[in-house]
Each structure stands twice: as structure tokens, then as C-alpha cells.
């Protein structure tokens, strides 16, 4: 028996994931832990600016009538969905990473002054030399307590643990209160992390049967590490968590 993927991203990013998790043959389930709500913010002029920065659809989603004074400047952007939503936002996209924000950002040209629209929780970027990047936070992700059904199946001792997949410290730290506030043990369940930030915040507190690292920040990355968690021998199969914490 493979383990439960278990997917904590706010939507439409979890069902996102989930539609690709399923698609790799992986038992995956969405059990959002954040509500995404708009965030009041001033829209600076867009002359003051050259491109814009942003790392997640949410802040196009979000952003509200303030984008629509951006329309036609240029848009530096993280992976496919931030693209196409600049895209349908009237932006035009001038350079598009598959991996974190800062990637983006050093590969920035001709380009010097930056409008980075985010969310609250959001990576501290440093900029390349004579490149300025100014900051509004336009949305926020919302703790939500943890579904009954989520509560549930982590207190199924026949199941060979889970996999639990967190795209943001944020996730991690909530996840990990929510089952410290319920009483939940999270000595069966292997951690894949998005990136070293958010597995150092998992070390820190430990209590997890692993905690793996994406080989890169994007959700493919990690359902791919989930699918090899699943097929390693030393993974979850036969004398990983099956055999030797199913009890616990």
C-alpha cells in the first residue's frame, strides 16, 4: 500500500497539485490549511516603476483595480500560472523562472527599478547591483484550523504513513500547530519541503519520520520526490513506515 500524498496549499493551488499528483498514479488528497484574502495596499504610479516582480498568481488574483494602472509594463514572473495570469491581466511578460523568485530576479535585464507585488509571507530577495526592488503586500494567506477528515486519516494506524507536502514555511509552522493543538503524532509522516528554508523549520522542530528537499522550488519538483519516496525501498514500502511505525 502506497502512502497518502497530503496536499496543505490555499486553492486553487491544492487542486492544481491534486489534478497533477493523480496524474502520476499518486493517492493524493487536498486539504487546504490557508484561506487566501485581498489585502488593502496603495498602488504606486506606474511610472515609478519598470517591470514588476511577483512570485505567485495570488498577487494578480488579489491584487484588485490597483493592477489595472500596470497594465502593458513588463512583468518578471515565477513558473506557468503567475505567466498566464500576468497575461490576462494585460501585462506584458518580459522574462518567466520555473524556479524560486530570486532566480528571476538575477536574471533581470534592463530593467532597474522594480514594483514586487506579494504576500505577507513572502522571502526576503536581495537584488542585483543597481536594481531596486520596492515592496506591497496585496494578499494574505489565512491559517485555517485542520479538517476534521485530515485529523482523521492521520490517526489510521493501517495506513503506511503519509507524505505531507509544504510549499511554505508558513504551512510548516501551521501544520505543525495544528497537530501539536490536536494531539496528532507526526512520527509516521515524511515531510517534502519546497525548499532548505522550509526543511530547516521542520529540523528545528522535529518529530517527523523524515524531511526531504524538492530538487527545485516548484510543486513538480516535489510531487516527483513524493512519487520516489513512494517507489524507494527505503522509502515507505515494506521496512520504511509500514514495517516499522505503523504501531506507533
Given at each position: 500500500m502506497n502512502?497518502?500524498?497530503?496536499?496543505?496549499?490555499?486553492?486553487p493551488?491544492?487542486?492544481?497539485s491534486?489534478?497533477?499528483?493523480?496524474?502520476?498514479?499518486?493517492?493524493?488528497?487536498?486539504?487546504p490549511?490557508?484561506?487566501?484574502?485581498?489585502?488593502e495596499?496603495?498602488?504606486?504610479?506606474?511610472?515609478?516603476?519598470?517591470a514588476?516582480?511577483?512570485g505567485?498568481?495570488?498577487?494578480?488574483?488579489?491584487?484588485?483595480?490597483?493592477?489595472?494602472?500596470?497594465?502593458?509594463?513588463?512583468?518578471?514572473c515565477?513558473g506557468?500560472?503567475?505567466?498566464?495570469?500576468?497575461?490576462?491581466?494585460?501585462?506584458?511578460?518580459?522574462?518567466q523562472?520555473?524556479?524560486?523568485?530570486?532566480d528571476?530576479?538575477?536574471?533581470?535585464s534592463?530593467h532597474?527599478?522594480?514594483?514586487?507585488?506579494?504576500?505577507?509571507?513572502?522571502?526576503?530577495?536581495?537584488p542585483p547591483?543597481?536594481?531596486?526592488v520596492?515592496?506591497?503586500?496585496?494578499?494574505?494567506?489565512?491559517?485555517?484550523p485542520?479538517?476534521?477528515?485530515?485529523?482523521?486519516?492521520?490517526?489510521v494506524?493501517?495506513?503506511?504513513g503519509?507524505i505531507v507536502?509544504?510549499?511554505?514555511?508558513?504551512?510548516?509552522?501551521h501544520?505543525?500547530a495544528?497537530?501539536?493543538r490536536?494531539g496528532?503524532?507526526?512520527?509516521?509522516?515524511?515531510?517534502?519541503?519546497?525548499?532548505?528554508?522550509?526543511?530547516q523549520?521542520?529540523?528545528?522542530?522535529?518529530g517527523w519520520?523524515?524531511?526531504l528537499?524538492?530538487?527545485e522550488?516548484?510543486?513538480?519538483?516535489?510531487?516527483?520526490?513524493?512519487r520516489?519516496?513512494?517507489?524507494?525501498e527505503?522509502g515507505?514500502?515494506?521496512t520504511?513506515l509500514?514495517?516499522?511505525?505503523?504501531?506507533?
Amino acid at each position: 500500500m502506497n502512502p497518502p500524498i497530503v496536499i496543505l496549499r490555499p486553492e486553487p493551488g491544492a487542486s492544481a497539485s491534486l489534478q497533477a499528483a493523480v496524474a502520476l498514479g499518486l493517492d493524493a488528497y487536498a486539504f487546504p490549511l490557508f484561506i487566501t484574502a485581498a489585502r488593502e495596499w496603495d498602488a504606486p504610479a506606474p511610472d515609478a516603476f519598470d517591470a514588476l516582480l511577483l512570485g505567485s498568481a495570488n498577487a494578480l488574483r488579489h491584487g484588485g483595480e490597483g493592477l489595472d494602472a500596470y497594465a502593458g509594463k513588463p512583468a518578471y514572473c515565477v513558473g506557468d500560472v503567475t505567466t498566464q495570469a500576468a497575461m490576462s491581466r494585460g501585462l506584458a511578460v518580459a522574462g518567466q523562472g520555473c524556479g524560486g523568485l530570486q532566480d528571476v530576479l538575477d536574471k533581470v535585464s534592463g530593467h532597474t527599478r522594480l514594483l514586487r507585488l506579494s504576500g505577507e509571507e513572502r522571502v526576503a530577495l536581495c537584488p542585483p547591483p543597481g536594481v531596486t526592488v520596492e515592496e506591497r503586500v496585496v494578499y494574505a494567506s489565512l491559517p485555517a484550523p485542520m479538517p476534521v477528515e485530515l485529523a482523521r486519516l492521520m490517526g489510521v494506524a493501517a495506513l503506511p504513513g503519509l507524505i505531507v507536502m509544504l510549499h511554505s514555511g508558513a504551512a510548516a509552522r501551521h501544520f505543525m500547530a495544528e497537530c501539536a493543538r490536536l494531539g496528532l503524532s507526526r512520527s509516521r509522516i515524511v515531510a517534502i519541503t519546497i525548499g532548505p528554508r522550509v526543511a530547516q523549520i521542520c529540523d528545528e522542530t522535529g518529530g517527523w519520520r523524515d524531511v526531504l528537499t524538492a530538487s527545485e522550488p516548484s510543486d513538480a519538483a516535489m510531487l516527483a520526490l513524493a512519487r520516489q519516496t513512494c517507489q524507494t525501498e527505503t522509502g515507505l514500502h515494506g521496512t520504511g513506515l509500514d514495517g516499522g511505525l505503523a504501531g506507533q
